[in-house]
């Protein structure tokens, strides 16, 4: 399994960062976590065309998750791709998506009906994924204010859990057991987030406790209000005081094998 960073960042990306994206190669199928605004120019600079994705995964509502969605559609369109899309998320997105993306495009409203298959995961969900490569996806519900779901994607030999928005979670952290890699999101890592977000998101402490507790492999943290060199050695520093296996905020734009 390989996974390439197309972002890091939080709502409101800083500077030359993007807002969280990830795209995972699965024996040459392509899953992309999260659509936010940019990402037709993420995937662009990551040199992925929409069409090579096949499966696409949002965890939540909130427009640095989802509002990218109808640009990939749209490049779909215009490009006259007959490919169907498989869009996996939370149970009470599909319409919402459905709606966004025709009242953007309502010319699409044909295409969007014929080219999406809409499969929504919840807690029950444990199932596998018909491509031929065996993968399986599973969800659990976090916490973040509006409904919002954490995935685990497993093929035959490895396992990455993604954590979606959320402060800590029991269901989040069970999810997590024993996974070969956890993304988990450190948004409430300045003191002001602390304050202000602490029902909503977690520290780089508290991702670290999670990773410690569900044994988890690597760490990855992701979410983050601010990306220079020093917010980020002080988050990766702040979980290791939680975990002891490998912690990171993965460079963007590099394909890492877990
Ligand atoms: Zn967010
Ligand atoms: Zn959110």
């Known amino acids: 399994m390989r996974i390439m960073q197309l972002g890091k960042s939080a709502a409101y990306p800083t500077g030359r960062n ?88 309502p010319e699409m409203e044909k295409y969007v009906t014929e080219h999406t298959r809409f499969i929504v995961l919840d807690e029950t969900n444990d199932f596998s994924i018909p491509t031929g490569s065996g993968f399986k996806l599973k969800g659990a519900y976090g916490d973040h204010g509006v409904p ?7 093929d035959a030999y490895k396992s990455l859990v993604y954590s979606g928005d959320t402060a800590p979670s029991g269901s989040v952290t069970r999810l997590a057991d024993g996974a070969t890699a956890l993304i988990h999101e450190a948004g ?12 909503n998101h977690t520290t780089p402490a508290q991702a670290g406790e999670i990773a410690g507790l569900a044994k988890c492999g690597q760490l990855w943290l992701t979410h983050l209000e601010k990306t220079s060199p020093d917010f980020i050695t002080m988050c990766v520093n702040e979980a290791m005081e939680y975990f002891d296996g490998h912690i990171c905020v993965a460079p963007d734009f590099q394909w890492i094998t877990i």
């Not at 509502?61 to 989802?66: E, K, M, N, T, V």
């Open 18 to 105: 993007w807002n969280v994206s990830y795209l995972i190669d699965l024996d040459g199928i392509y899953l992309l976590i999260e659509t936010p605004p940019a990402i037709a120019n993420q995937l662009n600079y990551a040199g992925i065309l929409p069409d090579q994705i096949d499966w696409i995964y949002i965890s939540h509502s909130h427009g640095d998750h989802l509002l990218g969605l109808p640009m990939i559609l749209v490049e779909k369109y215009a490009r006259r791709s007959e490919k169907t899309i498989n869009i996996v998320t939370h149970p009470c997105l599909p319409s919402l998506i459905k709606q966004v993306v025709t009242l953007v495009y």
């Open 188 to 199: 409430a890592a300045s003191q002001e987030m602390r304050l202000r977000a602490k029902k």
């Open 148 to 154: 919002s779901m954490a995935v685990r994607v497993e």
